[in-house]
């Protein structure tokens, strides 16, 4: 299928990574066992938070909320990702590349006239997209800088100001086992954060870098991977009302099968 075309067709080629013959299988079997993880936790939790009443309030909503997110981003990537593994030909169709690429971007890209096929990536996001126009897109790139400007710069002031505070009140309180829970809780946040931070900061500047593809592979879909996978244990195992919930569930399991 050839870069340029003067009526493009709406079948579209991705280029994903170029695998070598031996790492298929294992390359596969990592991804699906991360995808039946990232399922197994987070069903789990939206289960538990449905069925449990004293569990129906905002903060468990929230929990809910997370979990959501978590399953229809990444069960929009890593199964089409996992069969472009296995496939030496890989396409998509236009409309399944934009509902792919919807969960992470504001629908510009759809209003673009199209000259070209061929998606220079492992799946469809929205600086792909633009890159099948033949048009002059630096309004899009201009917009779409200033919004993930704007974006992370909001989310870093929220996050430092969330983190001044706390540590406000704990300075204040001087109570050994508040502190020591707040540490807790926040240094594993903080790690995630700044996982997702990080990789969604790569995955958009790698963008203007060609000669690195698959490290803005890599970060892109670790950006989906690690806090789908972590958000469970750490906005979940570490708030008590839950954990003590799972731990029923678990103590009356072993006593039925006992």
């Not at 673009?112 to 998606?119: D, M, P, Q």
């Not at 001087?174 to 931070?197: D, F, G, P, V």
Request: aromatic share 12%; hydrophobic share 45%.
């Amino acid at each position: 299928m050839g870069e340029n075309t003067t009526m493009p067709s709406d079948i579209l080629e991705i280029r994903g990574f170029e695998i070598s013959p031996e790492y298929i299988y294992p390359l596969f079997f990592l991804l699906l066992f991360v995808y039946s993880t990232l399922l197994f936790s987070n069903v789990g939790v939206l289960t538990l938070i449905i069925k449990e009443k004293s569990l129906h309030q905002p903060m468990y909503f929230l929990f809910c909320n997370l979990s959501v997110n978590d399953l229809i981003g990444n069960t929009v990537l890593l199964p089409q990702l996992m069969a472009h593994v296995l496939s030496t030909k890989r396409f998509i169709t236009y409309n399944q590349c934009l509902l792919q690429a919807f969960h992470t971007v504001i629908g510009l890209s759809a209003t673009l006239s199209r000259c070209r096929s061929i998606i220079q990536n492992a799946f469809c996001d929205n600086p792909s997209l633009f890159k099948l126009s033949c048009e002059d897109v630096s309004i899009n790139n201009i917009y779409g800088l200033f919004f993930t400007v704007l974006l992370f710069t909001c989310s870093i002031g929220g996050i430092t100001a969330t983190y001044i505070r706390i540590a406000i009140i704990c300075w204040m309180k001087k109570n050994k086992e508040m502190n020591n829970r707040a540490l807790q809780t926040c240094s594993s946040h903080l790690i995630l954060y700044l996982i997702m931070l990080w990789s969604g900061f790569l995955s958009i500047i790698l963008h203007r870098f060609p000669d690195y593809p698959d490290l803005r592979k890599i970060a892109y879909i670790l950006f989906h991977v690690v806090p789908a996978n972590l958000n469970p244990i750490i906005y979940g195992l570490q708030t008590r009302s839950l954990r003590d919930k799972i731990t029923q569930i678990l103590k009356r399991k072993t006593v039925i099968s006992i």
